[in-house]
Each structure stands twice: as C-alpha cells, then as structure tokens.
C-alpha cells in the first residue's frame, strides 16, 4: 500500500456508548480533523466530538432576513408608490396584511438558499466523489456498526501515534483509508462538462413536456371540459344571433326582471313619505331587530342609538338615531 496516499485512520466499533467515548476521547487527545459515522443519530454526539455550530445557520438567517425586507419594500412600493389604493381610509402601508406574504417569503427565501449553499458550498456538487465511499468502512457503519476516523491532515497527525491511539480505545478492527487515483486527479469543479450536459437534458425535456401540457393535452378530451363548454360568452361570435354577436343589448322599453329603477335617488324625504316598511311590526321582528342591531350597528351607533361609538375616535361619530329628522323618516 507503499504506493498509496494516506485519507486517514479510521475505528469500528459496535455499541453506541463505545462510539461517545471514542469521540470524546479523541476530542480530548486534541484531534480536530476527524469525524464519526453512525448508521443513526446519536444523542450527545456533538457534545462529545466538541463540534462548532455550524455555518449554514447564517447563510438562512442573511438570505432570510433579506428576502423579508425585499417582500416589505416591494409590497410597500407597489401599494403606496406605483399604485396606492384610496379605500375606507386604509393606510397605504398596512403592514398587518403584508404579514403573511413577508413570512411565505423569508422561509422559502431561507430554505431554498439553505440547500443550495449546503449542495454547492459545503458538499461540492456537482462533484460527489469521496474515499470514503464504496469502503467496507463506509459498508459496516451505514449498516449495524459505529466508525470515527481521524484525517491525515491534522495538524496533530502521526501515523503510529494515531494506530496506537485507536487501539488503547478496543475497537473491533482499525482500517486505513486511502484516496484512490481517481480521487487524487480530479479537479473540483462546477462547470463539469457531464453535469452541464444533464442540466441541459433535464431542460429540454421539461421544456417538452410543459410545451405539451399546455399547449395539447389540456386541449384534448376529457381535459378540455373546461375550455369547451356548451354556452355563448359575450366576446364570442354567435351563429344564432343575426348581428352575429354574443353579447346581447338591453331590449328597448323593457326592464330586466330585478333590476327596477330606485325612484327616490337623492330623495329621502319623498322615500320616507311614500315607501312603506315590508316587514310587519311584531314581538318576533322587532327582537330580531334588536339583535341585529346589537350586534352589526351598535359599534357605531351604540346600543341606544345616541351616536356615542365604541370604535374610540376611528372613524367620524354617526348622527342620532333619535333626531327629528330620521325618525320621521318611517
């Protein structure tokens, strides 16, 4: 194995408790370029091996913390520059109702940024090629068993020092790793000529297939029940009409059933004198009323009608309900 180089050395054990004490043995011998494999987490494990928080915590709190600010500042900009509304006296900026889209948006933003800098930063992809992988270590300790191996790379590394280390800690077999050649050749790179040729594979075919969806299959029965429906819509040419048109105007002389004028528009002394009140007078009525009133009106009017509202100054004091004026209303 003369011809070889070094990755690191590497222990197998069989119960989790041998895997802490290992972990935490080696973190006390000073090693800091190691790691530990186990087929399932370990409660304490981090504790043991001393490990630092990890950095992709920042990356979802920056690009987070970004991407709610960019949703408030695009929302505000939209409702009270480009296109403020004028409605109830609502405030341009109501952030209470931006509260929802800002929260969409910080975690889609956070997570979305999350797996990618944990893909592309920490793991390297496209370029997944590790000495670990294919070794009867990497096999034992994705199956039953639990393995920690210190790096060549440490700055504290010597070989015999290393083996004799894992020894004193009764591991059921120590195993070398080595980089193989392919490994040791290859370049990191994202631009890798075989990944560029899937991307462009996996567009075109998704291209293909929404090209299709939307352009013939929702067109083909049974999908086009929604598209084709046995009715004339107002825009459309018409075969039955003679002017050829699906839109239809009001017939001359004629009111459309529901629709009668208001005869006392702007009028509401005339609309008290002449309409009556469709809805008799009764026990059953009025105490309807009464809770209706209780329920819809008295915010504003207050449950006498004085006009005194709850609503503290919000919106303007209605007139009396007990004025000359609106009592002679009925």
Known sequence: MSDKILYGYSAIFDKPDDIIKAAKTIAESGYTKYDVNTPYPIHGMNKAMKLKPSKLGYISLIVGLSGALAAILTMWWMNAVDYPIVYGGKPYFSFPAYIPVVFEVTVLSASIATVLAMLFFFFKFPNNSHPLQGTEYMKKVSSNKYGVIILQDDPKFNESEVNSLLEKLNPVEVIPIYWDNEEINHKHKILEPKFILFLIVVAILNSGVVYFVYNKLLYMVPFSWMSEQQKQNPQQKSLIFADG???????????????????????????????????????????????????????????????????????PNPPSLHSEKVRTWS
């Open 245 to 315: 048109y699906g839109m239809r105007t009001p017939v001359e002389g004629t009111i459309a059933r529901g629709h009668l004028p208001y005869q006392f528009a702007g009028n509401p002394d005339l609309a008290g004198e002449k309409l009556v009140n469709p809805i008799p007078v009764s026990k059953a009525s009025l105490k309807l009323g009464q809770e209706k009133f209780d329920t819809y009106c008295s915010p504003c009017h207050d449950y006498h009608g004085t006009g005194q509202s709850r609503l503290r100054g919000q919106f």
